[in-house]
Every structure is written in C-alpha cells, then in structure tokens.
C-alpha cells in the first residue's frame, strides 16, 4: 500500500499562486493514478484533477481547469498541484489520492490510499 503526504498548502491573497506536494512512500507513483481532491467546510469531498498510470489521460474538474495544473515526477515518486489565479472559494483542506485501477476516475469511491490533507487558505 501507498502512504501519501502532502505539502506546499499556506495562505495567499486572492489572484496568489501556490504549489502543492504529494510524496509517495511504500509504492511507486507510477503504478498508480493520482488525483488530487479538496473539501471546504460543510461540504463533500470534490474532484479537482487526475492523471491515469499512463500519464495519456489528464482530467480537470470544471471549477479549476485552465488555473490548476496536475504534474507526477516518477523520479521523485511526487505528485503535485499547480494552482494559479487563486479565488476565495478555493479554500479547503487539499487531499492527494492513488488509485490502483489506474483511470484516474472523477469519483472518490475508486481511490485506495490518501494523504492526511493541507490547508489552503485564500484571502480576499
């Protein structure tokens, strides 16, 4: 099984940028789709982006496409998440997450391992 950590979370201004970190332990990256998730108070869980084990498949929830970028360095055995052009609403606990099955699926229920979560927080 995969241990997942992430990193990189903080407070900006709205307009900021931040980079998040998700360090792979126990199990390569590679063998794994990964995603990255977010949950705001009050709210369910939301799929923010994925990458499929093969890296041909990259989809974006339409909330965050075109200001967020999915990456995976199997050298590092990392993922991360660029986030541009930050907004209030953006502000939640951020979760990476691996998937075994390897589609790097929308939907919450097909990951198997995810992170502990960090805060990001956007100032209006």
């Known amino acids: 099984q995969v241990q997942l950590a992430e990193s990189g979370g903080g407070l900006v201004q709205a307009g900021g940028s931040l980079r998040l970190s998700c360090a792979a332990s126990?199990?390569?990256?590679?063998?794994?789709?990964m995603a990255w998730f977010r949950q705001a108070p009050g709210k369910e869980r939301e799929f923010l982006a994925g990458i499929s084990r093969s890296g041909y498949t990259i989809r974006y929830a339409d909330s965050v496409k075109g200001r967020f970028t999915i990456s995976r360095d199997k050298s590092k055995n990392t993922a991360a998440l660029q986030m541009n052009s930050l907004k209030p609403e953006d502000t939640a606990v951020y979760y990476c997450?691996?998937?075994?099955?390897?589609?790097?699926?929308?939907?919450?229920?097909?990951?198997?391992?995810w992170g502990q979560g960090t805060q990001v927080t956007v100032s209006s």
């Open positions: 126990g199990r390569t990256v590679s063998r794994y789709a």
């Open positions: 997450a691996a998937d075994i099955s390897g589609s790097g699926s929308s939907d919450v229920r097909e990951y198997d391992a």
